[in-house]
Nanobody, 117 residues
Framework: QVQLVESGGGLVQAGGSLRLSCLAS????????MGWYRQAPGKQRELVAR???????NYADSVKGRFTISGDNAKNLVYLQMNSLKPEDTSIYYC???????????WGKGTLVTVSS
């Protein structure tokens, strides 16, 4: 069993920055992929960024150059540094963990990010 808890959301003006955190607890495999997804009202959930336990990363085209995902395996923490925020980044951001060999897929409850114009 794995639990994910997000934090760091809030209200920020366009051009500002926020850092989201995801704390994972429970039976976490050594091989895994953690990611940040977002879902705005009336829209589908989309992948924002992901990072493997080996440190490789991927980003959605819409956030490349602005967002950075990083992790601290020893502390079971994953971060999403969001810079140059735009109103279209407004969404609920969800932390996700996929265990190696397809043994698990877990989600946090989300944290709201609102970017004002």
């Amino acid at each position: 069993q794995v639990q994910l808890v997000e934090s760091g959301g809030g209200l920020v003006q366009a051009g500002g920055s926020l850092r989201l955190s995801c704390l994972a607890s429970g039976s976490i495999s050594s091989r895994n992929v953690m990611g940040w997804y977002r879902q705005a009202p009336g829209k589908q959930r989309e992948l924002v960024a992901r990072i493997t336990s080996g440190g490789s990363t991927n980003y959605a085209d819409s956030v490349k150059g602005r967002f950075t995902i990083s992790g601290d395996n020893a502390k079971n923490l994953v971060y999403l540094q969001m810079n140059s925020l735009k109103p279209e980044d407004t969404s609920i951001y969800y932390c996700n963990l996929k265990q190696g060999y397809g043994t698990g897929d877990y989600w946090g409850k989300g944290t709201l990010v609102t970017v004002s114009s």
